[in-house]
């Protein structure tokens, strides 16, 4: 069954890129939909800015053991999610990076996992979405939420440098195409969660879609009047 999954996605990891590379004009317009005047969002960019105070404030080697950390935890998370056992994590004595081991061959989605997906903010997500079936929303939780888009930008860009050695491993190529794409639906994910929770994050999907749709047309319309 692993091999199985791993054959599927990498079958699908071309036609991935294409897709998210398609979808940058959408995602950057979708950005339009968020109602960035109103309280949740003021609280989600206080938090974001929260953030990075806290970076400023924070010493070097505790942050640079977060990244780490929450890099190979990312890597760890996809290799379980396809199936496959997590043998170990080890942290280098330098900080100067880390490694997760896991059984079989692996895919790329493992490989590139930590430079997209927000795993901390996932599991704030999932906290929040346990709280609000007690009590309702509050603008701390927006704040959260601001706090954590600020640590996956933070991290993401840190993190993506010629040094690197897991983005060769699935081509320079494929990262430019799929990684731009891949964060924008990653960051637009946690702003509809932010004020809709897991409802929002399902209606932002289709915004994206109506927004390629369109897009596609006005395309195949520009293409005929050139004709």
Not at 150 to 175: A, R, W
Not at 188 to 217: I, K, P
Request: hydrophobic share 50%; aromatic share 16%.
């Amino acid at each position: 069954m692993r091999e199985l999954i791993d054959r599927l996605i990498e079958l699908l990891k071309w036609p991935a890129a294409v897709y998210s590379l398609l979808s940058l004009p959408a995602y950057v317009q979708s950005l339009s939909y968020f109602q960035f005047f109103k309280l949740p969002y003021v609280a989600l960019l206080g938090g974001f800015f929260l953030f990075f105070i806290a970076r400023g404030m924070m010493d070097s080697a505790v942050k640079t053991i977060m990244e780490i950390a929450a890099h190979e935890m990312t890597h760890a998370f996809f290799a379980l999610l396809t199936l496959h056992k997590v043998k170990g994590m080890r942290i280098e004595a330098d900080n100067s990076g880390g490694e997760m081991a896991f059984e079989g061959k692996g895919n790329w989605l493992i490989v590139i996992a930590p430079y997209f997906f927000p795993l901390f903010g996932m599991v704030c997500m999932i906290g929040i979405s346990i709280y609000t079936l007690f009590a309702p929303m509050n603008l701390i939780l927006n704040g959260c939420m601001g706090y954590f888009i600020g640590y996956h930008m933070d991290t993401v860009g840190s993190q993506i440098h010629e040094k690197q050695t897991d983005l060769p491993k699935v081509s320079y190529k494929f990262c430019a195409m799929f990684l731009p794409g891949a964060n924008l639906w990653a960051v637009g994910s946690m702003l509809a969660f932010n004020t809709e929770g897991w409802r929002g994050v399902w209606r932002y999907q289709d915004v994206v879609s109506y927004l390629n749709a369109r897009n596609f047309d006005y395309l195949v319309s520009f293409l005929r009047g050139l004709f």
